[in-house]
């Protein structure tokens, strides 16, 4: 439940559209995307540092391979990024980023042309490169437009679904120590002040992320899932990305590498709270939990 104080000026600054339910789909690369029934993303990290190495795809085989698979496995959206946002990763140049993400974009729309394709990036320059010369539908920005003050303007002439994810600071920094009064509350007046600039300039299909790993604690992170339900205040389709993250394995006393089966039990827990879109590194058994909670909520 959202806090008692402050709820009033919680709903004033958040854009609620009045609706008893969140939007129904999403439209991207020429198709209506029903989230009905949640989507699920596979993740393709084309970085040597990204810190499941499952994840990442190093030459143009491995790319197209791990493409395939996640197609396969029934993945929704292939979501590539270039630059790693593990805590205090190194930073790289636009050039780098460019140069590892826009050839993997390519490559994976010649070889599934009917692919829906997520540049996960927060630079704007890559942004439209991505979209509008190399074929990607959707950008994913972990920094929420905060990082590259030209991004809310690049996604709204491209007019493609954004994915605006929270997170304080920046990967080098966000761990450092992150603080908030109430961390659910806090996220979602950071979400309503970014959505109203988003819909003024006419951006329709927004996507909320609320960042878990990115400037959270642990026990921030456990509070943000047990009260998932509240995001759906901001009457926005909501995205949940904590496949293989420290949450999972630091909890557990384990690897990432360990970290499937507890990652597939708190996506449950996700979904069951009213996550639209999971976003993953296995594929194949976020699919079946996704189908299995759809037959649960088909029996009630």
Do not use: C
């Not at 303007?153 to 994810?165: D, F, Q, S, T």
């Not at 899932?225 to 949450?247: C, N, T, Y």
């Amino acid at each position: 439940m959202l806090p008692q104080i402050g709820k009033k000026s919680l709903f004033s600054e958040i854009i609620y559209t009045g609706l008893a339910d969140k939007p129904k789909y999403i439209s991207a690369g020429g198709k209506l995307i029903d989230l009905t029934i949640p989507k699920v993303m596979g993740i393709i990290n084309i970085t040597p540092d990204s810190f499941y190495n499952g994840s990442r795809a190093s030459g143009d085989a491995e790319v197209i391979a791990l493409a395939e698979k996640m197609l396969r496995d029934g993945a929704d959206i292939l979501d590539i990024g270039g630059y790693s946002s593990r805590p205090r990763a190194d930073d790289i140049t636009v050039e780098e980023e460019s140069r590892r993400v826009l050839n993997a974009i390519s490559l994976v729309r010649k070889e599934f042309p009917g692919a829906i394709i997520s540049v996960d990036t927060f630079r704007a320059e890559v942004a439209q490169k991505a979209v509008s010369v190399h074929g990607a539908n959707i950008i994913n920005d972990i920094s929420g437009g905060e990082t590259d003050e030209k991004m809310f303007e690049v996604v709204a002439r491209l007019n493609v679904p954004y994915i605006m994810m929270h997170m304080k600071g920046n990967p080098r920094t966000m761990q450092d120590n992150p603080q908030y009064e109430d961390v659910v509350a806090d996220i979602l007046m950071w979400f309503g002040k970014r959505i109203v600039k988003l819909q003024d300039k006419g951006v329709k299909d927004i996507i909320i992320d609320p960042g878990f790993g990115f400037g959270k604690t642990i026990k921030h992170n456990f509070d943000m899932l047990e009260r998932l339900g509240d995001f759906a205040i901001a009457g926005l389709p909501l995205l949940v990305g904590i496949s293989r993250k420290s949450m999972i394995w630091k909890s557990l006393s384990i690897t990432p590498d360990e970290a499937l089966n507890g990652t597939s039990v708190l996506n449950t827990v996700a979904l069951l709270k009213g996550a639209d879109i999971l976003r993953v590194h296995d594929v194949k058994e976020a699919v079946q939990a996704v189908r299995l909670i759809q037959m649960l909520k088909d029996k009630s």
